[in-house]
């Protein structure tokens, strides 16, 4: 980041998140990326340079959508994939520097994210909302029913018992209802099971929003790309249009813009989120 540039945007930020009476934190995949959560090079390397070795994939993304020889060697990916994503200590003090700047502010945040970093790094759970999923959530594939089932014991067991890329056949998740395989909670089509816990959160996020229509509000979008834009950037501009008190923030490596109706109640600022949240 050229901070010389930046640098009246930085104190505009900073003077906006002192003072926002609330603040929105929309964050997608590029605030993980900042906290360490990187799916490529030495990392990938490290916990799955044997599946790089044997099927010549170069990251962790492309390996989840990889037709593997077997279920067993698919949980051992998986396994692997969700443990080192989710469960393991990996942020870099990303989260955490976000949390101390809004822990005493009226916030929520929604995010397309499912490594489940806002809550380990303190935010409030019912403050969160999941648009996506959660890794550490195993679903029915079908699914035959709208549950969730929480995860980590059994990947643990699945990361610890796996040789030669297979976990023990016994390991394989099936649905504790229908018997069919279990899936991960990731929204990709159209069996993504959203469940008790998600629409709650969605009920939360809808409330916050109406209850502080036309309130000075800080709309501060971190790390969203154009995957899926619809979720939290087409919606932030939208609600900065329709109010006066609004100010829309986007930090991100190489796109971050606003749209020209609201420029002037935008802080757009280009570089590395750890970097500026520090």
Same mark, same amino acid.
């Given at each position: 980041?050229?901070?010389?540039?930046?640098?009246?945007?930085?104190?505009?930020?900073?003077?906006?998140?002192?003072?926002?009476?609330? =603040?929105?934190?929309?964050?997608?995949?590029?605030?993980?990326?900042?906290?360490?959560?990187? /799916?490529?090079?030495?990392?990938?390397?490290?916990?799955?340079?044997?599946?790089?070795?044997?099927?010549?994939? $170069?990251?962790? /993304?492309?390996?989840?959508?990889?037709?593997?020889?077997?279920?067993?060697?698919?949980?051992? /990916?998986?396994?692997?994939?969700?443990?080192?994503?989710?469960?393991?200590? @990996?942020?870099?003090?990303?989260?955490?520097?976000?949390?101390?700047?809004?822990?005493?502010?009226?916030?929520?945040?929604?995010?397309?994210?499912?490594?489940?970093?806002?809550?380990?790094?303190?935010?409030?759970?019912?403050?969160?909302?999941?648009?996506?999923?959660?890794?550490?959530?195993?679903?029915?594939?079908?699914?035959?029913?709208?549950?969730?089932?929480?995860?980590?014991?059994? @990947?643990? +067991?699945?990361?610890?018992?796996?040789?030669?890329?297979?976990?023990?056949?016994?390991?394989?998740?099936?649905?504790?209802?229908?018997? $069919?395989?279990?899936?991960?909670?990731?929204?990709?089509?159209?069996?993504?099971?959203?469940?008790?816990?998600?629409?709650?959160?969605?009920?939360?996020?809808?409330?916050?929003?109406?209850?502080?229509?036309?309130?000075?509000?800080?709309?501060?979008?971190?790390?969203?790309?154009?995957?899926?834009?619809?979720?939290?950037?087409?919606?932030?501009?939208?609600?900065?249009? +329709?109010?006066?008190?609004? @100010?829309?923030?986007?930090?991100?490596?190489?796109?971050?813009?606003?749209?020209?109706?609201?420029?002037?109640?935008? =802080?757009? =600022?280009?570089?590395?989120?750890?970097?500026?949240?520090?």
């Amino acid at each position: 980041m050229d901070r010389s540039n930046n640098e009246a945007k930085l104190e505009r930020l900073k003077d906006e998140i002192k003072n926002a009476e609330h =603040i929105v934190i929309g964050a997608g995949a590029g605030l993980s990326t900042a906290a360490g959560f990187t /799916y490529t090079g030495e990392r990938f390397e490290r916990y799955f340079g044997d599946f790089e070795e044997k099927y010549g994939f $170069k990251d962790m /993304y492309s390996g989840g959508f990889f037709p593997f020889e077997s279920p067993e060697e698919m949980w051992a /990916y998986w396994s692997r994939y969700i443990w080192y994503n989710r469960y393991a200590d @990996v942020d870099n003090g990303t989260y955490k520097g976000l949390y101390e700047l809004v822990k005493d502010k009226d916030y929520f945040v929604i995010t397309t994210n499912v490594d489940h970093q806002f809550q380990k790094a303190g935010f409030d759970k019912e403050r969160l909302f999941y648009t996506q999923g959660d890794y550490g959530l195993f679903q029915c594939s079908t699914p035959c029913h709208n549950s969730t089932y929480d995860n980590e014991d059994i @990947v643990k +067991e699945m990361l610890d018992r796996q040789e030669n890329m297979k976990i023990p056949t016994e390991l394989i998740p099936k649905c504790p209802v229908c018997g $069919k395989p279990m899936a991960m909670n990731l929204r990709a089509d159209d069996t993504f099971v959203e469940d008790e816990g998600w629409h709650s959160a969605a009920r939360r996020y809808r409330n916050y929003l109406r209850s502080h229509k036309g309130q000075r509000i800080l709309f501060l979008e971190l790390g969203v790309g154009h995957n899926t834009p619809v979720i939290i950037k087409y919606p932030f501009w939208e609600m900065t249009v +329709e109010n006066p008190n609004a @100010v829309y923030a986007c930090v991100n490596y190489g796109e971050a813009y606003a749209p020209e109706e609201i420029a002037s109640r935008s =802080i757009c =600022i280009n570089g590395d989120i750890r970097d500026i949240l520090k």
